[in-house]
Each structure stands twice: as structure tokens, then as C-alpha cells.
């Protein structure tokens, strides 16, 4: 920590959905083709969720299911880069600052080396920061579990945040 600088926080998120018919497959921002989108009451990005979730986690601002309740009509369908720019601005007004995330997708498929440059650029655009500060990685489950049978797509993240 340099002299004068705020107190560096650290927070994880963790999100998951099953695919579902009739949705578009939507991470981190990114529309991508594939045979089936993500179940939930939002647009399902749960590349944005685990975000969400690791900086309100940071700055102890609850969690993305308290700021946005999928029993709440006004969330249903809704953007998720959109919450996400939501929660950044609680943050914010709690006195932190998003600094960096790093994030982990765990699909079976699809292959998603050919968005991730997007994904990284998208949430930086949203968290306000520069584009190296957020990575994004793929990793499959190796055939194993829930996830391994392409039932659904897990997601972790790290973030920090500086307190200001």
C-alpha cells in the first residue's frame, strides 16, 4: 500500500445458473451463441453476478440477492452490467472504490477464449477502471459434476476495493 492511500479490501463472489430454453447466453456483457442461455429472474449473467457480489462483499454492502431481490418485478429481465453498475456506485457511496477483478468461468462449454478480451472490457468499462485491472479465464470441469455435463456454468470472483 503506497503512503497516503486508503485501506485495500478483498471480496469473493460466486454464481451459478442452469441453462434454460428460450434465453440468450449472456457473460459478462456478451451475447454469445450457443444452443441454450442461463436460467434466472435477471438477464442470468453470471459473470456479472459473481462480480457484483465480490465487490459489495468487499465494502461489506450486502450481497447482489438483498440490492436485488428476484422477488422484485423491476429486476425481472434486467441487465446485469446494469446491476453491477449499480452496486459499484453503493460501493462508492460507502467510500470505496472498485480497483481490480479477477474472474473465473467454469463451463463445459461453449468455448469462450473468442469473448474474453470483451467480457474484460465491458467490466472494466462498468466497474471504472482500466481494462488491465480485470482478467477473465475459462476453465471447463473436466466432464465431471453438474457443470461437466453441461448443465449449467458456475462463476468465481475476486475483487478489491480501496477505501477512500
Same mark, same amino acid.
Given at each position: 500500500?503506497?503512503q497516503?492511500?486508503?485501506?485495500?479490501?478483498?471480496?469473493?463472489?460466486?454464481?451459478?445458473?442452469?441453462f434454460?430454453?428460450?434465453?440468450?447466453?449472456?457473460?459478462?456483457?456478451?451475447? *454469445?451463441?450457443?444452443?441454450?442461455? !442461463?436460467?434466472?429472474?435477471?438477464d @442470468?449473467?453470471?459473470? /456479472?453476478h =459473481?462480480? $457484483?457480489?465480490a465487490?459489495?462483499?468487499?465494502?461489506?454492502?450486502?450481497?447482489?440477492?438483498?440490492?436485488?431481490?428476484d422477488t422484485?418485478?423491476?429486476?425481472?429481465?434486467?441487465?446485469?452490467?446494469?446491476?453491477?453498475?449499480?452496486a459499484?456506485?453503493r460501493?462508492?457511496?460507502l467510500?470505496?472504490?472498485?480497483r481490480?477483478?479477477?474472474?473465473?468461468? *467454469?463451463?463445459?462449454?461453449?468455448r !469462450?477464449?473468442?469473448?474474453?478480451? @470483451?467480457?474484460?472490457? /465491458?467490466? =472494466?468499462? $462498468?466497474?471504472?477502471?482500466?481494462?488491465?485491472?480485470?482478467?477473465?479465464?475459462?476453465?471447463t470441469?473436466?466432464?465431471?459434476?453438474w457443470i461437466?455435463?453441461?448443465?449449467?456454468i458456475?462463476?468465481?470472483?475476486?475483487?478489491?476495493?480501496?477505501e477512500?
Open positions: 500500500m503506497t497516503g492511500s486508503g485501506m485495500v479490501r478483498v471480496g469473493v463472489g460466486y454464481d451459478s445458473h442452469r434454460g430454453e428460450g434465453r440468450q447466453l449472456i457473460l459478462g456483457g456478451q451475447h *454469445i451463441p450457443h444452443t441454450h442461455g !442461463l436460467d434466472g429472474h435477471s @442470468a449473467d453470471v459473470v /456479472a =459473481a462480480v $457484483t457480489d465487490i459489495l462483499g468487499a465494502a461489506h454492502a450486502g450481497d447482489i440477492g438483498r440490492l436485488f431481490p422484485d418485478a423491476r429486476w425481472k429481465n434486467a441487465n446485469s452490467l446494469g446491476l453491477l453498475q449499480e459499484a456506485e460501493v462508492r457511496e467510500g470505496f472504490y472498485p481490480q477483478a479477477d474472474v473465473t468461468v *467454469i463451463a463445459q462449454g461453449p !469462450l477464449a473468442p469473448y474474453v478480451e @470483451a467480457m474484460e472490457q /465491458a467490466l =472494466a468499462r $462498468t466497474l471504472g477502471v482500466p481494462a488491465d485491472r480485470v482478467s477473465v479465464k475459462a476453465k470441469n473436466e466432464g465431471m459434476g461437466g455435463r453441461g448443465e449449467g458456475a462463476v468465481i470472483a475476486v475483487a478489491t476495493v480501496e477512500r
